[in-house]
């Protein structure tokens, strides 16, 4: 049988080719198999992702039963990430999320991370900018909305830590996040059960 399939698939004659052929010559559709192997890689360029993106959100939009494709959805929403478009990203986990009716802890922790990481990097602009021009005339209004996304960031922490304690208390290591952040809050006595 395995006799039969090296002569019927060809593999003697790339093995005798030197090569000068390769696997993907036997191949019928050789734009699937090139498709196929990227999605295969762990680590893929610019142009790999843009291309499995476009093929997904494609293959997306093929039909409605793909439109609710949990896994479908959930790798759109990494490739938006490794292409660094968190806020695209974002809106992608959180429809997958929403598609589980928000019972997976993965993807809700990891759109509560792409949150926070646009959060810093508006947090970094702002720093940047009062570090740069910070006694130009409107560096106060910046400067007000730096605390803004400040408050904003850390009672986002808070709230997230206690969502995740309220859907598994029984796990401590999220019970330990909680009270780590509401130290950070300034809420010792809540900090201290946790």
């Not at 660094?84 to 992608?92: H, P």
């Amino acid at each position: 049988a395995a006799r039969a399939s090296l002569t019927s698939g060809k593999w003697e004659e790339v093995a005798a080719s030197g090569g000068a052929k390769d696997y993907r010559e036997l191949i019928k559709n050789k734009d699937e198999a090139i498709s196929l192997e990227q999605k295969n890689r762990v680590v893929m360029s610019d142009e790999m992702v843009d291309q499995q993106l476009a093929e997904n959100l494609a293959k997306y939009g093929e039909s409605e039963e793909n439109q609710k494709s949990v896994d479908l959805v959930r790798k759109i929403a990494g490739f938006y990430e490794q292409k660094g478009d968190l806020q695209s990203a974002l809106e992608w986990y959180q429809y997958t999320g929403s598609l589980m009716n928000n019972t997976d802890p993965v993807v809700t922790r990891k759109a509560s991370e792409i949150e926070l990481r646009i959060l810093d990097g508006s947090i970094a602009e702002f720093q940047g900018w009062l570090d740069q021009y910070g006694n130009a005339e409107g560096a106060e209004d910046v400067q007000k909305q730096l605390d803004e996304l400040k408050a904003r960031k850390a009672t986002s922490l808070l709230a997230d830590a206690e969502k995740r304690v309220e859907r598994n208390p029984t796990d401590s290591m999220l019970r330990f996040e909680y009270g780590e952040q509401l130290l950070a809050a300034g809420q010792p006595t809540e900090a201290i059960p946790q």
